[in-house]
Structures are given as structure tokens and as C-alpha cells.
């Protein structure tokens, strides 16, 4: 895909006001993200004991990159005795360098891609296609962004965003005749389509969940089954892979397996889960006869030895915290500007760029709610790393300096809650005189600060503490207001796969990405 | 004409293939360099020297109370087919392979299938469905060197396997690639007829997983596969689309 388009585009707080005008986005991305939370918690329930696997989790992620030095080398020892030709890139270039350099070698002309987020993070697409080598995202809604020249807005449902109307536009335009707006019609066209592709392609290419430091493995979780074709059907195969995905062995991809899939799309397993161990071997019929892997470290070893942000490596890219975001909810993942969006990618983008400046508005994109942290599968404490984010802007001399005087303020009041209590009534009274629509807008006084990035909620008749318990609901289960057609319309998707036969209850979201 | 032609082209193959080999080479002489300075680089981030021998592990897969879970054999067998059906998959047990071959034919009948592809494995030999499927053509994995095998099973309407694992709790099968047992059988077919005998089903997906450490890296296939239902998408407005890339119609029969 594409990543040119989505960069630049001001601050989040103007792309968040596109994002905000554009009502089917977030009608839909509230629908999505509310199914896949809720998802997500039933899956977590029924599986039962799920703070002990969050914590198992966890621990075996901490472990792995605290002597990430070893077990990377011992995968890297392991992958090239299975054959296995492996590359490392220090930088986002080198990692292109190296695929188009690849590339040439075979003198490719298409690559088939499954989902990977760091081929995003690269925009490797555009550089093959500077080369003259077709690019073809092979994931169904990956396929619909590149047609529409998008990035993705969600890193597990990525084209979120369209509704199937634009997606039989766009779909009709590639097929060169007009495909009714049916889900069916439209996925059958595309499985015939990139049925062709695979088979001609020179080259498949991945992301990478999971790599196993024992064997050598790369592990792949997916559901529609093109992760597979990639890997199976093209000559070469390339696997881009983050240097942090590492895990030691077999017996704890058991606990990855458990909380990935759950946790992103409230799925027991994903359809595919695969482990590949290098090239085809001699007598084998089919798989690559080349594999490579780029390891990339591209800003993730600027989090090592950082006691406030090395935990971001522990990451499984799941999006549990994305579903669980009230921001994100509102606002979808294109106001973020970034390969990554949502909580992880408010913390992610800056921390990957080392650029706190450049980056520095989307840690403010975020209430500070602590959901992130609450659907974290690996408990990654994303909303303290949010004020951390913070107060390097500030320290940085990069903050605005009206919200510096406020979170000075607001700390000096936290610190007494009598006085917490004191400032409340002052409020209440104060905020009569400002209140319109139940909402602060105007910019004097305390909030100035404050209100020249986001709309304050009028102080409620009930202190925030008396309504903690209610707002909690809300955040935990959801805020309810959507438009009755599209409502109605994705309510009876629903009943009618509850009662249908070829469905089941899981969520199908498509795989997960590396 | 037509040798030298042939001879151009073969030399001009091998040329290719040389610089290729000689390519490869130095990137990995290049990516040898690369890994000290890399590694390094962590160790020295992490603040310490580079450890030399394994560290201890002590939270190394999952918690002790999951590793005593097993459900009896034929609560497994339910289990199994409850999850596979619920995510769209189609389950059943036979008593016999005698019987799953009889199922077999019979959808093969009822679905008007004519290509038929398997694996080159004992048991589906055993089965002669070649025979009894006389009408369809059924072609065995990699029997044949000059076939091409990927265009055989992309064009199949089933591929039949017999798989080497299965974990109930998640309703997954696991399947092992090899020279007999071709990765595309269980991905390119519109449907997959999947064999399961029974001494195979496990509860747990750790009880099929802690078999390949302790196999260990020289023993593992190259493509190791667990399939828990048909392929599928929401990827559209949420609406759930059955069979996008792999096979749409999933058949998991449990035999014994």
C-alpha cells in the first residue's frame, strides 16, 4: 500500500477534523471496533483465567527482549542453517535497498504481498514501483485501500472506512465491468482476480508474527489464507520482520497464540496459523525455493534500555487497545497520520521517529483513560507511556506552554484531594457562564490551554468521581449512537450470521499482520 | 538450429545461475558482518555484555494450571466438531476409514466434483479413491516429477489429506509439509476433505506445539500449518465472506 498518502497532512488535530466530518467513518469504525472489543471480551471470558495469561504474556515478552541480544542471534544462527538468507537493516532504507536489490536479482516483475505492517512502516510498495515491479497487496481489504491508493485506517480491519458501495466502485473500475454492491459478488471477484496473481508472481511477500529463536521459524497468523499462498506458490519469498518479534520457542507461541487471536478479533485461533522453516525443501513439490528475511530495526532499538518505553517492544500488534480507544473510536485510524494508529500508535510513531517534535500532537490525541492499558494482552502500560510522551515535549521546550501551565496546575491540585474537591465546585459554578451545547469551546481562563485542542465536556451535575462508575460503562461498553440505516443494515449482517450456517459466532476479522 | 538455440539458452541459464549463487554469497558474508555489529548494538542498548549461554527461562510457555487440562477422548471428539462447526467448518466421526472414504465419494457425487487431488500418504493409497471416483480425476502429490503440481491443485475441487495433529479446544488440524505431502493440497482446492484419526486429537494447541521443540530445528518440514475452519474475511462493512483465498468448504472427519 501506498504509505505516501497518509503522512503530512497537517496536524491530528486537522486530519482528526476531516476524519470527524466524514460520518460514515466513524459511524463505522464505532460499529467495527465496538464488535471486535466486545468480541474480544467474550472470547477472553470464556477462556477464563485471562489476567493470568495477560500476565504469562507478558512475562515471557519482558524476558525476550531483556536478552533480546541472544535470542535474536540464536534465530538468526537457527533460520540460516534451514536455509534461510537473512539481511539485517539498521534503517527504513536499508530494508528497501535490500528487497529491491532482491528483486533485481530475480528480476521479478510482481510481488504478491500478505499484510505487514512493516512494509507499511518502509513504503515498500512505492519503491518496487519505482523499479518497475508491480506491488499487489494480496489481503482483501489491503487490496481495496491499494486500489483506492489509501493507507490503512485499521491495523486489523484496514479498510474499515469504505462502505461496500465505494468498494464496488472501486472494483468494478479494476474488473472493467460494473459488480453489484454484494459482499459475495465482490469477494468472489477478487479471489479469481488474485488467484492469477499468485500463480505468476515472482515473488511473495510477508510480515512476520512470530519468530521462533530456537528453530529458526517465522510464524504467521491470518484467515483468509493469502499469507499462505504467498509463502507456498511464488519462487522467492520475502519476509520483512520487525528485530523485536522474537520468541523463544514452540511451547510459548502456546500463550501468543492464545491472546493474539482473541484479543484482536475475538477468534479461539485464527483460520491459518502457520510456521515456516525455510526455503522448500529438496524433494518438496511446492513452497519457495529462496526465502528471505529482512530483520529491521528502523527506531525499535532507540526503546532498549529506556526504562519508560522498552515495554513498547513487547507489542503483538494485536489492536485490542485501538477497539478499546474512546478517541480512536471517534476519530479512526487516518487522523493519526502514522503507519500505526490508535493508543500503541500514539506512542509507537514518535517513539519509532525519535522526532518527539514532529510528532508531539498525537500523545494528546488521547484521554488518558487507561482502556489501552486494560485490553493490552501483554499489559503494556500505554497510557502512563502517553505521559511520559508528555512531559519529554514539555522538557524537549516543544509544548505549548498554556498546557504547561495547566498539567503544573492540575498536579499541584491532584497532589490535595480537598482541594481537587474545591476546584470542582469552583468549576461548576465557573462553567455556567461558558457552557454551550454541553460543551466548553471557549478559549479564556483556565482551559484555554486545554480547549484549543479538543471540546471539554461541561462539568457534569455529579463530580467525575460520584460518575466514575457510569463513565467506566461507557468506556467499557461502549458509547450508543449511530445512524439508523447503517445500524440497521450491519444489525441484520449480524442476525443473519448468528442464525446462518456458514458463520458461526466468530468475528471474522482477516489475519493479523507482522 | 534448434540445439544450438537450446545450448545458448542453457549457458546462458547457467551463467545466470552462477552470478546468482556468487550474489547470494556475499550478502551472506555482508550479513555476517552485519549481525556482530547488530547484536552488539542491542547488548550495549540493554547496558550489559553480550550473554553467552541461555538465560534462564522460568516463564517459558503456559501456566501450570492450563498444562494439566485434557478432556477425554470422546468429549474431545464433541469438542472438536462443536469449534470447527462454529466457525463454518463442517465436522462428523466415522467409525472407519472405510466409512470416511464412503463420505468422501459420496460428496464428490452429490458436489459434481472431477478433480480430485490427495496426498501421497498411506492411509488415502489404502482408500483407492482413484478407483472408486472413477468418474473424477484424481491425482497424487508429487507422483510424478515432470506434473506441475502447484497448477493440479489450484485447479482441484478437493483436496484430501490426512492430518498429522489436531487440537480440540481450538478445533484446529495441523498439517506437516514433506515430499508426499504438498502445502497447496490443503490451501488451493475449493474444498479440503481433512482425515483425522483419532489417536491424533489432543486438547490443547501446547500439547501439538511442545512436539516440534522438542523435535527440534533439524526435524521440522518446511511449512508447518494449523487450518481452524474455511478461509474467511470481514474485511467488507463487517460481513463475513466464506472462502476468500484458501478453501471455502472445510470438511475435518474425525475416524475411530
Redesign the interface.
Same mark, same amino acid.
Given at each position: 500500500m501506498s504509505g505516501a498518502t497518509q503522512t503530512n497532512l497537517g496536524t491530528v488535530k486537522e486530519r482528526a477534523g476531516l476524519a470527524l466530518n466524514n460520518d460514515f467513518l466513524r459511524k #463505522?469504525v464505532k460499529?467495527?471496533t465496538e464488535?471486535l472489543r466486545t468480541g474480544k471480551e467474550k472470547a477472553a471470558a470464556d477462556h477464563g483465567?485471562w489476567d =493470568?495469561?495477560r500476565e504469562?504474556g507478558r512475562?515471557?515478552r519482558l !524476558?525476550t527482549i531483556? !536478552?533480546?541480544?541472544?535470542y &535474536?542471534?540464536l534465530f538468526?544462527e537457527?533460520a540460516? #542453517?534451514?536455509g534461510v !538468507?537473512?539481511?539485517?537493516a =539498521?534503517t527504513a532504507a536499508e530494508a528497501v535497498e535490500i528487497s529491491l536489490a532482491i528483486a533485481k *536479482?530475480v528480476e521479478a516483475r510482481t510481488v504478491v504481498k500478505s499484510k505487514s505492517m512493516v512494509t507499511e512502516e518502509l513504503h515498500l510498495n512505492h519503491a518496487l514501483e519505482s523499479i518497475d515491479v508491480e506491488a499487489i497487496e494480496? /489481503?482483501?481489504?489491503e487490496y481495496?485501500i491499494q486500489l483506492a491508493g489509501e493507507a490503512p485506517s485499521h491495523i486489523i480491519?484496514?479498510?474499515i472506512h469504505k462502505?461496500?458501495y465505494q468498494?464496488a466502485e472501486l472494483l468494478s473500475a479494476d474488473a472493467g465491468e460494473t459488480l453489484a454492491p454484494d459482499? *459475495?459478488i465482490?469477494?468472489g471477484f477478487?479471489?479469481r482476480k488474485?488467484?492469477e496473481k499468485? &500463480?505468476e508472481a515472482d515473488i511473495g511477500m510477508t510480515g512476520c508474527n512470530f519468530a521462533i529463536a530456537?528453530?529458526?521459524?517465522m510464524v504467521l497468523f491470518e484467515? =483468509?489464507?493469502?499469507a499462505?499462498?504467498v %509463502?507456498?506458490?511464488p519462487k522467492t519469498q520475502i519476509t520483512l520482520m520487525g528485530?523485536e518479534r522474537i520468541i523463544? %520457542?514452540?511451547? /510459548? &507461541?502456546?500463550?501468543m #497464540?492464545?491472546l493474539l487471536p482473541r484479543s484482536a478479533t475475538g477468534?479461539?485461533?485464527?483460520?491459518?496459523? %502457520?510456521?515456516? %522453516?525455510?526455503?522448500?525443501?529438496e524433494? /518438496? #513439490?511446492?513452497?519457495p525455493d529462496e526465502m528471505h528475511i529482512i530483520?529491521v /530495526?528502523n527506531g525499535r532499538?532507540l526503546q532498549?534500555?529506556d526504562p519508560e518505553f522498552q515495554e513498547l517492544l513487547n507489542c503483538i500488534r494485536c489492536g485490542a487497545c485501538l477497539n478499546a480507544c474512546p478517541v480512536y473510536r471517534h476519530i479512526g485510524g487516518h487522523a493519526y497520520g502514522g503507519t500505526y494508529s490508535g493508543p500503541i500508535g500514539a506512542v509507537l510513531t514518535p517513539a519509532l521517529k525519535k522526532n518527539i517534535a514532529e510528532w508531539d500532537d498525537i500523545a494528546n490525541a488521547s484521554s488518558l483513560c487507561g482502556a489501552c492499558y486494560e485490553a493490552c494482552p501483554v499489559k503494556i502500560p500505554l497510557h502512563e507511556m502517553l505521559v511520559y510522551l508528555r512531559r519529554r515535549k514539555l522538557e524537549a521546550g516543544r509544548g505549548d506552554k498554556l498546557e504547561a501551565i495547566g498539567m503544573k496546575g492540575f498536579a499541584a491540585v491532584m497532589k490535595n484531594s480537598k482541594r481537587f474537591g474545591a476546584v470542582l465546585k469552583i468549576g461548576k459554578l465557573g462553567q455556567k457562564l461558558v457552557v454551550r451545547d454541553g460543551g466548553i469551546r471557549s478559549k479564556i481562563g483556565p482551559l484555554k490551554g486545554w480547549n484549543s485542542y479538543r471540546v471539554t465536556p461541561s462539568l457534569p451535575s455529579e463530580s467525575f468521581r460520584e460518575k466514575w462508575p457510569t463513565m467506566e460503562q461507557e468506556i467499557r461498553h461502549g458509547l450508543q449512537e449511530m445512524d439508523p440505516a447503517v445500524k440497521s443494515?450491519?444489525e441484520a449482517?449480524v442476525r443473519e450470521?448468528q442464525s446462518g450456517?456458514?458463520?458461526?459466532?466468530?468475528?471474522?476479522? !482477516?489475519g493479523h499482520h507482522g | 538450429m534448434a540445439t544450438a538455440v537450446k545450448e545458448t539458452g542453457d549457458t546462458g541459464i547457467m551463467a545466470n545461475k552462477e552470478a546468482r549463487q556468487q550474489w547470494l554469497a556475499e550478502q551472506t558474508a555482508k550479513s555476517k558482518e552485519k549481525q556482530v555489529s547488530f547484536i552488539n548494538s542491542i547488548s550495549s542498548k540493554l547496558g550489559r555484555a553480550r550473554p553467552t549461554a541461555a538465560p534462564a527461562h522460568p516463564f517459558r510457555g503456559a501456566p501450570d494450571f492450563w498444562r494439566e487440562f485434557e478432556w477425554p477422548i470422546d468429549e474431545r471428539a464433541e469438542k472438536f466438531m462443536e469449534n470447527f462447526r462454529a466457525v463454518g467448518g463442517h465436522s462428523l466421526r466415522l467409525g472407519s476409514m472405510e466409512e470416511a472414504k464412503q463420505f468422501i465419494v459420496d460428496k464428490a457425487a452429490e458436489m459434481s466434483a472431477k478433480y480430485i487431488i490427495r496426498q501421497n500418504q498411506p492411509e488415502l493409497a489404502e482408500m483407492d479413491l482413484e478407483f472408486a471416483l472413477s468418474e473424477a480425476k484424481v491425482s497424487v502429490w508429487n507422483s510424478d516429477p515432470e506434473e506441475q503440481w502447484k497448477a493440479r491443485a489450484a485447479e482441484a475441487d478437493f483436496g484430501v489429506v490426512v492430518v498429522d495433529h489436531a487440537a480440540a479446544y481450538t478445533g484446529s488440524l495441523t498439517v506437516l509439509s514433506s515430499k508426499d505431502k504438498g502445502r497447496s493440497v490443503s490451501l488451493l482446492p475449493t474444498v479440503l476433505m481433512a482425515i483425522i484419526p483419532i489417536e491424533r486429537l489432543r486438547t490443547r494447541l501446547g500439547e501439538v506445539l511442545v512436539e516440534f521443540d522438542r523435535a527440534g530445528r533439524e526435524q521440522l518440514p518446511a511449512g508447518i500449518h494449523f487450518i481452524s475452519g474455511p478461509s474467511r474475511s470481514a474485511d467488507i462493512e463487517n460481513d463475513l465472506t466464506i472462502g476468500v483465498h484458501g478453501p471455502g468448504v472445510v470438511y475435518a472427519i474425525i475416524v475411530g
Amino acid at each position: 500500500m501506498s504509505g505516501a498518502t497518509q503522512t503530512n497532512l497537517g496536524t491530528v488535530k486537522e486530519r482528526a477534523g476531516l476524519a470527524l466530518n466524514n460520518d460514515f467513518l466513524r459511524k #463505522a469504525v464505532k460499529f467495527t471496533t465496538e464488535r471486535l472489543r466486545t468480541g474480544k471480551e467474550k472470547a477472553a471470558a470464556d477462556h477464563g483465567n485471562w489476567d =493470568e495469561w495477560r500476565e504469562r504474556g507478558r512475562q515471557i515478552r519482558l !524476558h525476550t527482549i531483556a !536478552h533480546l541480544d541472544y535470542y &535474536l542471534n540464536l534465530f538468526v544462527e537457527n533460520a540460516r #542453517a534451514n536455509g534461510v !538468507h537473512i539481511h539485517f537493516a =539498521e534503517t527504513a532504507a536499508e530494508a528497501v535497498e535490500i528487497s529491491l536489490a532482491i528483486a533485481k *536479482q530475480v528480476e521479478a516483475r510482481t510481488v504478491v504481498k500478505s499484510k505487514s505492517m512493516v512494509t507499511e512502516e518502509l513504503h515498500l510498495n512505492h519503491a518496487l514501483e519505482s523499479i518497475d515491479v508491480e506491488a499487489i497487496e494480496t /489481503d482483501l481489504g489491503e487490496y481495496i485501500i491499494q486500489l483506492a491508493g489509501e493507507a490503512p485506517s485499521h491495523i486489523i480491519i484496514p479498510a474499515i472506512h469504505k462502505n461496500r458501495y465505494q468498494i464496488a466502485e472501486l472494483l468494478s473500475a479494476d474488473a472493467g465491468e460494473t459488480l453489484a454492491p454484494d459482499t *459475495q459478488i465482490l469477494a468472489g471477484f477478487v479471489r479469481r482476480k488474485l488467484r492469477e496473481k499468485f &500463480l505468476e508472481a515472482d515473488i511473495g511477500m510477508t510480515g512476520c508474527n512470530f519468530a521462533i529463536a530456537e528453530t529458526g521459524s517465522m510464524v504467521l497468523f491470518e484467515n =483468509e489464507g493469502n499469507a499462505r499462498m504467498v %509463502s507456498t506458490v511464488p519462487k522467492t519469498q520475502i519476509t520483512l520482520m520487525g528485530m523485536e518479534r522474537i520468541i523463544p %520457542s514452540f511451547e /510459548d &507461541l502456546e500463550v501468543m #497464540a492464545t491472546l493474539l487471536p482473541r484479543s484482536a478479533t475475538g477468534q479461539k485461533l485464527t483460520v491459518y496459523m %502457520s510456521g515456516i %522453516s525455510g526455503p522448500r525443501r529438496e524433494v /518438496d #513439490a511446492d513452497g519457495p525455493d529462496e526465502m528471505h528475511i529482512i530483520i529491521v /530495526d528502523n527506531g525499535r532499538s532507540l526503546q532498549l534500555g529506556d526504562p519508560e518505553f522498552q515495554e513498547l517492544l513487547n507489542c503483538i500488534r494485536c489492536g485490542a487497545c485501538l477497539n478499546a480507544c474512546p478517541v480512536y473510536r471517534h476519530i479512526g485510524g487516518h487522523a493519526y497520520g502514522g503507519t500505526y494508529s490508535g493508543p500503541i500508535g500514539a506512542v509507537l510513531t514518535p517513539a519509532l521517529k525519535k522526532n518527539i517534535a514532529e510528532w508531539d500532537d498525537i500523545a494528546n490525541a488521547s484521554s488518558l483513560c487507561g482502556a489501552c492499558y486494560e485490553a493490552c494482552p501483554v499489559k503494556i502500560p500505554l497510557h502512563e507511556m502517553l505521559v511520559y510522551l508528555r512531559r519529554r515535549k514539555l522538557e524537549a521546550g516543544r509544548g505549548d506552554k498554556l498546557e504547561a501551565i495547566g498539567m503544573k496546575g492540575f498536579a499541584a491540585v491532584m497532589k490535595n484531594s480537598k482541594r481537587f474537591g474545591a476546584v470542582l465546585k469552583i468549576g461548576k459554578l465557573g462553567q455556567k457562564l461558558v457552557v454551550r451545547d454541553g460543551g466548553i469551546r471557549s478559549k479564556i481562563g483556565p482551559l484555554k490551554g486545554w480547549n484549543s485542542y479538543r471540546v471539554t465536556p461541561s462539568l457534569p451535575s455529579e463530580s467525575f468521581r460520584e460518575k466514575w462508575p457510569t463513565m467506566e460503562q461507557e468506556i467499557r461498553h461502549g458509547l450508543q449512537e449511530m445512524d439508523p440505516a447503517v445500524k440497521s443494515r450491519m444489525e441484520a449482517i449480524v442476525r443473519e450470521r448468528q442464525s446462518g450456517g456458514n458463520g458461526g459466532k466468530g468475528n471474522g476479522g !482477516h489475519g493479523h499482520h507482522g | 538450429m534448434a540445439t544450438a538455440v537450446k545450448e545458448t539458452g542453457d549457458t546462458g541459464i547457467m551463467a545466470n545461475k552462477e552470478a546468482r549463487q556468487q550474489w547470494l554469497a556475499e550478502q551472506t558474508a555482508k550479513s555476517k558482518e552485519k549481525q556482530v555489529s547488530f547484536i552488539n548494538s542491542i547488548s550495549s542498548k540493554l547496558g550489559r555484555a553480550r550473554p553467552t549461554a541461555a538465560p534462564a527461562h522460568p516463564f517459558r510457555g503456559a501456566p501450570d494450571f492450563w498444562r494439566e487440562f485434557e478432556w477425554p477422548i470422546d468429549e474431545r471428539a464433541e469438542k472438536f466438531m462443536e469449534n470447527f462447526r462454529a466457525v463454518g467448518g463442517h465436522s462428523l466421526r466415522l467409525g472407519s476409514m472405510e466409512e470416511a472414504k464412503q463420505f468422501i465419494v459420496d460428496k464428490a457425487a452429490e458436489m459434481s466434483a472431477k478433480y480430485i487431488i490427495r496426498q501421497n500418504q498411506p492411509e488415502l493409497a489404502e482408500m483407492d479413491l482413484e478407483f472408486a471416483l472413477s468418474e473424477a480425476k484424481v491425482s497424487v502429490w508429487n507422483s510424478d516429477p515432470e506434473e506441475q503440481w502447484k497448477a493440479r491443485a489450484a485447479e482441484a475441487d478437493f483436496g484430501v489429506v490426512v492430518v498429522d495433529h489436531a487440537a480440540a479446544y481450538t478445533g484446529s488440524l495441523t498439517v506437516l509439509s514433506s515430499k508426499d505431502k504438498g502445502r497447496s493440497v490443503s490451501l488451493l482446492p475449493t474444498v479440503l476433505m481433512a482425515i483425522i484419526p483419532i489417536e491424533r486429537l489432543r486438547t490443547r494447541l501446547g500439547e501439538v506445539l511442545v512436539e516440534f521443540d522438542r523435535a527440534g530445528r533439524e526435524q521440522l518440514p518446511a511449512g508447518i500449518h494449523f487450518i481452524s475452519g474455511p478461509s474467511r474475511s470481514a474485511d467488507i462493512e463487517n460481513d463475513l465472506t466464506i472462502g476468500v483465498h484458501g478453501p471455502g468448504v472445510v470438511y475435518a472427519i474425525i475416524v475411530g
